[in-house]
């Protein structure tokens, strides 16, 4: 059974919008210090998208501010990052990590693709 599960990827026009959903079982989202979106595309590290605390304070990669947003839904222990505005270079892997209240622990998700065309 898969702590995280990511959905919402799949093949979009630039320009366009995709929102991709992370899903975390209930006793891993109560132990969570935060989530964030990561992604990686070929050739490149895996980078941080966006971030959001247990308080909902939220951080952007200065590539996505203005287009993307984290948000939070935690009587469905989901995280969404509504993704507007899409280019071509935001094409890659998606994943989803929850950072665990015990030592910072990292949980991934088995990611989600996002193909943006021009």
């Known amino acids: 059974q898969a702590q995280l599960v990511e959905s919402g990827g799949g093949l979009v026009q630039a320009g366009g919008s995709l929102r991709l959903s992370c899903t975390a079982s209930?006793?891993?989202?109560?132990?969570?210090?935060?989530m964030g979106w990561y992604r990686q595309a070929p050739g490149n590290q895996r980078e941080l998208v966006a971030h959001?605390?247990?308080?909902?304070?939220?951080n952007y990669a200065d590539s996505v501010k203005g287009r993307f947003t984290i948000s939070r839904d935690n009587a469905k222990n989901t995280v969404y990052l509504q993704m507007n505005s899409l280019k071509p270079e935001d094409t890659a892997v998606y994943y989803c990590?929850?950072?665990?209240?015990?030592?910072?622990?990292?949980?991934w998700g088995q990611g989600t693709l996002v193909t943006v065309s021009s």
């Open positions: 209930r006793s891993i989202f109560v132990i969570t210090n935060a």
């Open positions: 990590q929850a950072v665990l209240l015990v030592s910072n622990h990292e949980v």
């Open positions: 959001i605390t247990s308080g909902s304070k939220t």
